[in-house]
């Protein structure tokens, strides 16, 4: 039997089991929240020291003990710790800076109202790499748009070519998802910023502690609500998923675009080869294994989301055990989101198109049929009638292997009428907001970009602000 402390037992005859030991035990996961833990916990050591719960000597005692533990963690201390998880880790390691001083630390405190508490701290740090991560994908698709908002190419439905398109509309398409993700992720990192601390194991705290000063003290906006929704609302987390699952799927679309793009077959750019691999049998290929990686981890994170809703929905008020697997998920899915983000938002900047390959391929009669039926509509044939007469001339022109505009006029086709099977007319006509005309995408590739200008000010906002909330106490933290 190892010396490890639990932080309960009084009340058993005997410690737990070691196949519970082994089932039960999150300490091989949850020593992720060790800066949280003790982050949180001097808050609380703070708050019972102006509550006069504690002394001014025990409270700076026990906050200098608490930074010592985090600063030997970070140094490495630790690892191999034998603890039931990252709450009786920290309390274990105070006891040995400060001896039994370090029991009076969980005065009035749950490691339910705790854990929530950590998390929430986690998944605020969390929310906020994402955010900028993803900025950093809208910003890049942006400039694409910008550079290439006159390089045409086809656009494809029912990934058959349809209509010509540019480049640049194709990258600001993306970054219009991307920058929906970003306000979502800022949205519910407003939502995730209250305070469970205090709300103890489910009832509240018995002590006169002020929880709103509290909250202020860890940079949160304000305390929860509610003691029983406080320690076992998991909602941030689940937004968290979502946004990131959500994420992760237009990341698989854009994914799957540009591995066709740079297939042989479409040959429309080419990967950076810093961003691409080789085979191990064929000297020639290039693979798109980050892309496919991309592609894969979609899956992934939709299954992650539904879990974690699979576990949250049949759990009664107010903490359960099945909580502690919470974590997993959220580790799990940042570790790849902070992997795949800049590996693809660089591969976004280092793509090599081939414009002549592409504008070919974007002349193509096939894509401009539209534009023979437009103007025949122009000039005043209905435009049902007009699909059809351009449809007719179309299968001609598939069976005598000619070109739409190589046909003579006839059957209601004039030449004025072929002259705009053009593909730079074509391009130019789509003027409306939101079109594929050249001056169209540069200017909307301009609105993107102050877009994410302003996303990026009005985070930089909210840290300030939350930051800013308890200078006294921040200025504690640095004696």
Known sequence: MSGRRDLWGGRFASGPAEVLRRFNDSWSFDRALVA?????????AEELGRSGVLTAPETRKIVKGLREVKVAWDEGEGRDADAEDVHSYVEGELAKRIGPLAGKLHTGRSRNDQVATDLRLWLRNAFDAFHVAVLELAGALAERGAA?????????????????????????????MVLRDADRIRAARRRANECPLGSGALSGTPLGVDRERLAKSLGFARATANSLDGVSDR????????????????????????????SDEAGFAELPDALSTGSSR???????????????HAGRALGELTGFLALLKGLPLAYDKDLQLDKEPLFRTRAVLE???????????????????????????????????????????????????????FALAEETGKGLAELPPGEGVTKADLASVDLAKALARRGAVGGTSPKRVAQAAK??????AGERKAADSAATKGKAAAPAAAGRRKS
């Open 235 to 262: 909602d941030a987390a689940a937004e968290y998923l979502f946004a990131a699952s959500l994420h992760f799927a237009h990341l698989s679309r854009m994914a799957e675009d540009l591995i066709f793009f740079t």
């Open 148 to 176: 290439e908002a006159a390089t045409p190419m086809p656009g494809y439905t029912h990934l058959k070519r349809a209509e010509p398109v540019t480049f640049g509309h194709w990258s600001l398409a993306y970054a219009e």
């Open 36 to 44: 949280e833990d003790v982050q949180g916990s001097i808050a609380w």
């Open 447 to 452: 609105r993107a970009a102050a877009r994410i």
């Open 339 to 393: 992997a795949a983000l800049p590996a693809l938002t660089a591969l976004v900047k280092g793509l090599r198109l081939k414009p002549e390959r592409m504008a070919a391929a974007a002349a193509d009669d096939r894509l401009l049929a539209t534009e023979l039926a437009d103007a025949l509509a122009r000039r005043g044939v209905p435009f049902r009638e007009a699909h059809e007469i351009v449809g007719r001339r």
């Open 282 to 296: 064929m000297p020639q290929k290039k693979n798109p294994d980050l892309l496919e990686l991309v592609r894969g």
